[in-house]
């Protein structure tokens, strides 16, 4: 099967690869021409460099006699005269604080798709094609899909709803083993083609493939990641907060209580500073958005987004209430720059809003390290006053050696490791702030060595004299 994708982010450049190795002739349309050569270059790093998920450069790679990326429409024109769907794989960003979802890219990229379309099979349309948002989209949105495509003249055409499910850091093993495949079409024509795309993974017994209408499909994506939202701030803002203000509660154990429940389970049963990314907060506020507009009541969500967004200003707060710690002209190591580990993804990163924080009380300096993520990193703080300030630290020892304050932002496996880096580097009386309990092993060793330790989930943790 021929079938195009337009958007090579995370979710675009995930997906295609996957459908080139389960067989299909892909190509991948990205208005951005350096992104496309660099995944065009058939280089691992080089693929890396735009976009690290484990397994994407090598399965590119792997499949190159079936997928090619493109930002020229002419060279996309001609693949939609055999093409039998299309993935829409925009961004779908929240519109002004509002909520609302601004539809810009994706409705620009329709617009694009609708003009190419009309002109396929040499203006005859003999083609029949199904448009498909990937993209996470509010509920209503295929109807809006339909009537751009009528607007331009396009027949013989579907639409149909394939919300993506990925998971940053793990999407190729997530997408080659999925647990479920949502689709959503409106006739058996349509939900006959989703069974060609996915027929490797159709009968597979691990895998629920299910079938619903589009409205469904959208909703799914958008309800399911709120209850997901909804328990990691219940896990931070609730029992973390437990565990924060009763001495003699332990988070760990606290949790196991908790999760050997079968009907809680372990899902989301850690303790952090912020669940950032791309996705769980627009998300969220497009939710509320859209349930405001049925006049439904929304402060559930509401208070989710909140209660999210307290645990980060109230771990970073704590270093003044509880440690009277100033931080002007202080240097300061900050570690995990990504939303989380195994991705250089950092929109959303709980790192952004602690390097802001720090910077507006008035450190010194801010050295950053990250294993992958540190260039993402700096070019967001590009335009920034203070962007003198930042530095990327090439190795852990250079973002503690001379550091007032150390703060743990994610939770890269390795920094589990950092103990004997810290007693060796971070001179003692200096604060560690653990926002993802990497440490919690060793709080007691730390505090004999001097350090007080402020971690989401405990209170705090005073250096030993
Ligand atoms: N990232 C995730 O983990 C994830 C998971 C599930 C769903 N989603 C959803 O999938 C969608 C895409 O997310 P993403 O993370 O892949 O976004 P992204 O920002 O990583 O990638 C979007 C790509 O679209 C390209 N683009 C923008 N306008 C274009 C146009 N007119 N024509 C062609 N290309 C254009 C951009 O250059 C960019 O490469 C969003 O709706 C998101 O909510 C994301």
Redesign the pocket.
Known sequence: MKILF???????ACSAAVSADSGHEVLV????PQ?IAKFNSMDKDIIEEVLYENGLGEMIIRNRERISFSHDLAEVGRFLDQTEAVFM????PEKDGSGETNLT?YL??AR?LAALLAKRNNGSQGQYILIIN????PIETVGITKEIMQLAGVENFGVGSNP???V?GKAIQGSIKPERIVVGAESSKDFAVFRDIYKRFINSPNVNYIEVNPYEAAAGKLLANFVLFNRLAVCFDVVGRACEKFENLDFEKVRSILINDKRIGEWGFYNSLYAG???FIK?ARSLMHQLGGKNAGTDLIEDTLEGNKRQLENFLMRSISEKQFDFTGKTAGLFGLAFKRNTNDVRNSAALGATEFMLNMGAKEIRAFDPIAGPNYLNYFNEHKDADKIKLAAREEESLAGCDVILIACDWPEFRELTPKIIENFPPGGLIMDGRRMLAHDYNELAENGYDIIAVGSPLIKRKE
């Open positions: 337009i958007g090579s982010g995370y979710v675009g349309y990205d208005i951005d992104k794989c925009l961004p779908t890219y620009d990229a694009g990937k993209s996470t989209v993506e499910f990925l940053e990314g791309s996705c998300d």
